[in-house]
């Protein structure tokens, strides 16, 4: 999650939000086309740079992804698709991983979805439709690259998009690990206003009203909550591993991003690093929780990033800067 959304959610956050994520996009048809990027952007260390680029530059693509002439490699023989969290891109959340996993040697793709027409960032609107487009974007790299099953990484929002297609869409059948980076997989309690706003009549619909739908239904014991986790958390036939924070800025407690099904791995930043303070914004340009998603993708890879100093909400004043000038 984030950018102006998240500021939506960050600055009612301390008076009253959370834990945001969402939403949808489409089909192959004109009414709703998928929207996979396609202007090469470059590689970014920091979210800031990262906004700043996607504001001067629409339909970027993270570096290193959407070739789909890219052909798997026997080391990485599933192409890795990417989705972004709240009021945000493709290039905006991604433009640190993408390239290192190209660099690895994936194939890597990653999709805007969520967004009204003419939308600059997406990840607003209902996650069901979301999931739905992510799943046709699947398929489209399936097809192109030749692989039988993806693997799939989703931050934010994008965690619950992909979660839902792999559990409620028939995705299992394509995907072989699924990673969720600051995923919100029960929720948020919205500093423990979520429970009076689910019980108060109108609250759930005052929550999007003022932030989102994708929000909205990212509240803890929302109806979408529910429905994603009943059943279980998890399907067979799929790795599950979640990477979260304890400092966490968007998703409280932190508890709620573990997943509590067979064939789940929950790893927290800082009980392998614990001056790492990196929370929810920073997340998807923190090296050691980047080395941890490269690590969920492939055991035997060799980390590169070290265990180093981050002080505890870090990014969040460049978020509230980014997304409101």
């Known amino acids: 999650m984030n950018l102006r959304g998240v500021v939506t959610v960050t600055v ?13 996009q489409a089909d192959d048809t004109p009414a709703s086309p998928l929207d996979v990027p396609a202007d090469a952007g470059i590689p970014q260390s920091g979210r800031s740079a990262a906004a700043e680029y996607a504001k ?29 969290g709240t009021d945000a891109s493709a290039y905006t959340d ?17 999709l805007n979805y969520g967004g009204a027409p003419g939308a600059d960032t997406y990840g607003t609107e209902d996650i069901v439709d979301s999931a739905a487009a992510f799943g046709r974007v699947v398929d489209r790299v399936r097809e192109s690259t030749g692989a039988a099953k993806v693997d799939v990484v989703g931050y934010s929002q ?28 029960y929720g948020g309690v919205m500093y423990g206003l979520a429970p009076m706003m689910q019980a108060l009549p109108g609250g759930p619909e005052a929550v999007t009203e003022i932030t989102s739908v994708a929000v ?22 799929v790795s599950y591993t979640t990477v979260s924070s304890r400092y966490d800025e968007m998703i409280q407690p932190y508890t709620n991003m573990a997943l509590r099904g067979d064939g789940a791995v929950n790893v927290v930043i800082q009980d392998l690093c614990p001056q790492d303070g990196s929370g929810h914004f920073r997340a998807p340009y923190d090296p050691f929780a980047l080395d941890l998603v490269r690590t969920a993708l492939d055991p035997n890879a060799i980390p590169v990033a070290r265990c180093e100093f981050v002080p505890i909400g870090a990014d969040i004043p460049d978020v509230i800067v980014d997304s409101n000038f």
Do not use: I
């Open 12 to 24: 009612c956050v301390v008076l009253l939000s959370s834990a945001a994520l969402s939403t949808a």
């Open 56 to 84: 001067a530059h629409p339909n970027s693509a993270p570096a290193g992804s959407n070739n789909f002439s890219c052909v798997p490699t026997p080391e990485h023989p599933e192409p890795v698709v990417l989705a972004h």
């Open 94 to 110: 991604w433009a640190a991983l993408s390239p290192l996993l190209a660099a690895d040697g994936y194939c890597v793709f990653a």
């Open 158 to 185: 994008g965690a619950n998009v992909t979660r839902y297609y792999v559990n409620k869409l028939g995705g299992a059948r394509f995907v072989d690990q699924w990673v969720g980076l600051a995923s919100p997989s």
């Open 216 to 237: 909205g239904q990212q509240m803890q014991g929302s109806p979408f909550m529910t429905e994603l986790n009943a059943g279980g958390d998890t399907v067979p036939g």
